[in-house]
Nanobody, 126 residues
């Protein structure tokens, strides 16, 4: 069982940066690939980024390539999402998720993730 708690969301202006954090419980955090997803009002939840269990491999959704960076610290049981050059269209609830896999390629699909956090709101004003 893994529990995930996101933090770091808030209200910012276009062009600003935010760093989201996700704290995970459990002793086997390094056995999980981690992902970030987001859901904007009236839209389906979409893939943002994922990182393999070791941190060696990262994958990004097409809408966030460049400005966003995912990273993890297995010693702290934490995964991060650095978001730069934020735009109003980045406004959404951001969710952290965990998938028990040590595959080289981290998952990108929601159904591949077993555990989810409650989400943190990010609002970008123009």
């Amino acid at each position: 069982q893994v529990q995930l708690v996101e933090s770091g969301g808030g209200l910012v202006q276009a062009g600003d940066s935010l760093r989201l954090s996700c704290a995970a419980s459990g002793r086997t955090f390094s056995a999980y690939a981690m992902g970030w997803f987001r859901q904007a009002p009236g839209k389906e939840r979409e893939f943002v980024a994922s990182i393999s269990w070791s941190g060696a491999r990262t994958v990004y959704g097409d809408s966030v390539k460049g400005p966003f960076t995912i990273s993890r610290d297995n010693a702290k049981n934490a995964v991060y999402l650095q978001m730069n050059s934020l735009k109003p269209e980045d406004t959404a609830v951001y969710y952290c998720a965990a998938a028990k896999t040590t595959a080289w390629e981290p998952p990108m699909r929601q159904y591949e993730y077993e555990y989810w956090g409650q989400g943190t709101q990010v609002t970008v004003s123009s």
